[in-house]
């Protein structure tokens, strides 16, 4: 069973076929810069050009960087503002031609962790967060995503976590990695009172250099290192449009639960 997925970035969009029994790559990755003005008409035709590329005719699993409630998109924190209130779903399916699903890009790449990554058979409570322009929350309880939550915006000190602590700032602000860490210890402290989580899986960009700062990192749950680095969003968006539970009560809601059968070519069946 196969789907593209495409993990929609500040900086990139990414796509590729995705093999959804082993959660690898089918194809090459595509990658296209994400225009410096990001609004949904400059972003679509990119959307649609990975379609072309990878001659790809069936469901399209596809990430966005904010809230997507039910297919339209509440807020844009690091893209272009006018994609708040946009049906993303209406959107991409006029753009390619194939059906498609949206979701937030860290509950991707938590759901592509979570079976094919570092929460593979993981129970209890599992949170995803993703480090990178922004941050990234995907919250799990025995595998099952809570959708869109939204921890980068926990207030800490006063500010947006993600305005402390994103990857980003630690550039941004020339931070060392320990003076980093002393910040995402701040938040992941918040997150343990909150949540009192089983397991931390540490994602976005950072995680390719998690032996950098990981030795700084306090917690009292296990904390544990992305393994799908910048495959995660790919594979977690191919996975969503693909699962045939989800796919079904968000078709019912668009008033077609047949869509996957419809449309799905006859190797992704
Ligand atoms: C957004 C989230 C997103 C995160 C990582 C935050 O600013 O509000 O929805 O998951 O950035 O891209």
């Not at 503002?81 to 938590?110: H, I, M, Q, S, Y």
């Amino acid at each position: 069973m196969q789907a593209l997925g495409i993990d929609i970035g500040g900086s990139g969009v990414k796509g590729a076929i995705v093999d959804l029994e082993r959660g690898t790559l089918l194809s090459e990755r595509i990658r296209y810069d994400t225009p410096a003005e990001s609004y949904p008409d400059a972003v679509a035709p990119l959307v649609a050009q990975i379609v072309a590329d990878c001659a790809w005719r069936g469901p399209v699993g596809i990430t966005f960087p904010g809230i997507v409630y039910h297919g339209v998109v509440q807020t844009a924190a690091n893209v272009d503002k006018r994609w708040t209130n946009v049906d993303a779903v209406k959107l991409f399916e006029r753009a390619t031609g194939c059906p498609v699903r949206v979701l937030n890009d860290a509950d991707a790449a938590g759901v592509a962790e979570m079976t094919f990554g570092a929460g593979r058979n993981q129970t209890g409570v599992t949170i995803m967060l993703t480090f990178g322009t922004g941050i990234g929350s995907a919250v799990f309880l025995d595998g099952k995503l809570l959708p869109n939550t939204e921890f980068g915006h926990l207030p800490i000190r006063g500010k947006d976590a993600e305005h402390r602590a994103a990857a980003r700032i630690r550039k941004e602000e020339n931070l060392s990695w320990e003076q980093w860490a002393e910040r995402v210890n701040e938040f992941l402290a918040a997150m343990e009172f909150f949540f009192s989580p089983d397991v931390f899986i540490v994602g976005g960009g950072v995680s390719k250099k998690y032996d950098k700062f990981m030795h700084f990192l306090k917690t009292r749950a296990r904390i544990v290192p992305a393994q799908l680095l910048n495959e995660a969003g790919i594979i977690g968006a191919a996975m969503y449009v693909a699962d045939l539970s989800t796919a079904q009560s968000q078709g019912a809601a668009h008033g077609d639960a047949d869509w996957v059968a419809a449309v799905a070519p006859d190797d992704a069946e």
